[in-house]
C-alpha cells in the first residue's frame, strides 16, 4: 500500500470521511515514554536544552505543515513534498500517544492526558487533510504530474508509485470503455484525457517578505508584509517557492 | 475537500491565549511545544482549544486579548474612519489574521470571561459591517493586473473570494485580446465608457481567450 493511503497509520483506521478532531479510543504504542521524561528530566542542562530544540523544530513542523497545506488547497499546481514534516511529526504523534495514554490512567493526571490526546489529534487532522489534498491533486493531474521531471520530483516515494498505479488503472478504464484492443491505446488518445493545472488561476496571497510588483518600472517599489494580493497563480509562482508570499 | 470555515476556525484555536490555571503541574507539551509549568495565580499562555478545553473542566479563567476589549474595539472603528475620511483608498486598519474566528469563538465559549460582552459584540459587528462595506467598493478598483489590499484578515479574503475571483475572471475574458499593460487605462466593472473604449481596443484583434491564456502560461485550460 502505498504512503500516501496509508492514513491508517496515522491513527484514522477505517475512517474515510475527514472530520474534526476528537477523543477516539487507541492501542497503546510501544513507546515508554513519560511528560516527565521531557519536562522534569533528572539530567543536566544539556539534555533540556536538546529537549527544548526538539520541541522548537516539531512545533515549527506543525506550523510548517498547515501553511503547506493551505497553499497545497490553493495551489493550482502540486508542491514540494514535505517529507521531514511529516515524519518529525509522525514521530510525535506515536510519543503523545504514550504519554496520554499513561497520563489518563491517572486520575490527577486525567485533564492533561485527554489535552494531548486532543492534541495528537489536531496534528493528525492536519496531516490527514494535507495528504487527501495533494492525493486528489495528484488523482486530477496525473498525466500531467507523470509526463513533467519536475512535478514527479515533487512526489514522495509512495505518492508516485500511487500515481504509476493510479495511470496504470486510468488506461486500463479507457482500454475498457473504447472497447480498444490492448495495444491500441495511443498517446493522443490519453492525451486527451490529460489535465494539465491551471496556472492562471487566481489566488490571493499575503506578503511575507518584500518583493517587487511584477509590473513596477522602479524597484523602490515593493510589496510590503502584510499586503494581500490577488493575481495569476503564474505571477505568484517564484515569490511562493522562496516563501516570499503565502497562499490564503 | 477545499478549506471551509470550519477550516478557519480550526486554524484560530491554535492561536495563543493567556489563562490562568486552578491546579499546579509540570510543563505540558502540544503539538511539539512546551507549556507551562501550570503555577497559580502565575498567567501563561496556551492555544485557544486547550484553553477552552480546561476553562469546559473549570480548570482556568481565560484573560481575553487585547484586541477583545472594547477600548481596542472603540480605537479601531475610529481608526477605520479616520483613515476613510483621510485617505481616499479606504484602507483597512491592521487586524490579527483570524481575528473573526477567534473572537466568535472566544465569545461562544468564554463569554463570563469578557467584560461587557454585548458591547464588545456589538463592536465588532460594526467593525465588520464598516470593514466589508470598503472591501465591496474596492471592488470597482478592480483591473485585469489583479488587486492589493492591506491588512485582509484571513476571513475576509475567504468571503469575498468567490466574487472577486469571478469578477476579474470576467474583466479579463473582456480584456482578453490584448496584452496585459499595466500603464493601460484599467477596465473597470461599472464604467460605461471603458467598455466603448474596448470595443475602439478590440477591433482588428482575433486572438482568443485561449491563446491568450496559453500564451500567457503556455498551458492548456480544459475547464
Not at chain 1, 515524519?87 to 496520554?100: C, F, G, H, Y
Not at chain 2, 509549568?37 to 481575553?64: G, H, N, S, T, V
Request: hydrophobic letters at 35%; charged letters at 35%; proline letters at 5%.
Amino acid at each position: 500500500m502505498s504512503r500516501i493511503f496509508s492514513l491508517n497509520e496515522l491513527g484514522h483506521a477505517g475512517s474515510s470521511r475527514l472530520s474534526r478532531p476528537t477523543r477516539p479510543t487507541r492501542e497503546l504504542p510501544d513507546i515508554d515514554l513519560d511528560i516527565d521524561d521531557l519536562t522534569d528530566s533528572d539530567t543536566e542542562d544539556e539534555k533540556d536544552q536538546e529537549t527544548q530544540l526538539k520541541d522548537a523544530e516539531t512545533s515549527n513542523d506543525y506550523e510548517i505543515l498547515k501553511r503547506s497545506l493551505i497553499n497545497e488547497e490553493f495551489s493550482p499546481e502540486i508542491l514540494m513534498y514535505q517529507d521531514k514534516a511529516i515524519d518529525n511529526l509522525d514521530k510525535l504523534i506515536q510519543e503523545q500517544d504514550a504519554v496520554s495514554k499513561d497520563m489518563l490512567v491517572t486520575h490527577e493526571r486525567k485533564k492533561f492526558g485527554m489535552l494531548l490526546f486532543s492534541g495528537t489529534d489536531r496534528i493528525k487532522y492536519i496531516m490527514e487533510k494535507y495528504l487527501l489534498c495533494r492525493r486528489n491533486k495528484i488523482e486530477t493531474q496525473v498525466l500531467s504530474i507523470l509526463s513533467s521531471p519536475i512535478y514527479k520530483e515533487r512526489l514522495s516515494t509512495a505518492e508516485l508509485t500511487h500515481a504509476e498505479d493510479y495511470k496504470m488503472l486510468l488506461e486500463d478504464y479507457l482500454k475498457a470503455e473504447l472497447k480498444l484492443p490492448n495495444d491500441c491505446l495511443e498517446d493522443s488518445i490519453i492525451k486527451t484525457f490529460e489535465k494539465k493545472p491551471d496556472l492562471s488561476k487566481t489566488v490571493f496571497c499575503r506578503v511575507l517578505k518584500n518583493i517587487v510588483p511584477r509590473d513596477a518600472q522602479d524597484t523602490a517599489i515593493q510589496h510590503e508584509p502584510g499586503d494581500v494580493i490577488m493575481d495569476k497563480y503564474a505571477y505568484m509562482r517564484d515569490a511562493l517557492k522562496d516563501n516570499s508570499v503565502e497562499l490564503i | 475537500m477545499p478549506i471551509n470555515t470550519n477550516d478557519l476556525r480550526f486554524f484560530a484555536e491554535d492561536e495563543l491565549v493567556a489563562i490562568e490555571p486552578f491546579f499546579k503541574e509540570e510543563a505540558l507539551i502540544l503539538s511539539g511545544k512546551s507549556f507551562g509549568p501550570f503555577e497559580p495565580p502565575k498567567k501563561l499562555e496556551m492555544p485557544l482549544w486547550a484553553a477552552l478545553a480546561l476553562k469546559e473542566r473549570k480548570q482556568c479563567k481565560i484573560f481575553p486579548p487585547e484586541c477583545l476589549t472594547i477600548e481596542f474595539l472603540e480605537n479601531r472603528l475610529e481608526l477605520e474612519d479616520f483613515l476613510d475620511i483621510n485617505y481616499g483608498h479606504k484602507p483597512l486598519s491592521n487586524l490579527p489574521k483570524y481575528f473573526i474566528e477567534f473572537s466568535k469563538i472566544l465569545l461562544e465559549n468564554a463569554e463570563d470571561d469578557i467584560e461587557n460582552p454585548a458591547r464588545v459584540r456589538y463592536l465588532l459587528q460594526k467593525l465588520k459591517e464598516i470593514r466589508e462595506n470598503k472591501i465591496e467598493k474596492k471592488l470597482n478598483d478592480l483591473e485585469v493586473n489583479g488587486l492589493k489590499m492591506k491588512n485582509l484578515t484571513t476571513s475576509e479574503v475567504h468571503k469575498i473570494r468567490p466574487t472577486f475571483t469571478m469578477a476579474l475572471g470576467g474583466i479579463r475574458k473582456l480584456d482578453g485580446g490584448r496584452s496585459e499593460d499595466p500603464k493601460r487605462h484599467p477596465v473597470q466593472v461599472n464604467g460605461m465608457q471603458e467598455i466603448e473604449q474596448l470595443e475602439v481596443n478590440g477591433r482588428g484583434d482575433d486572438m482568443s481567450l485561449e491563446d491568450y491564456r496559453m500564451d500567457l502560461d503556455d498551458t492548456i485550460i480544459y475547464d
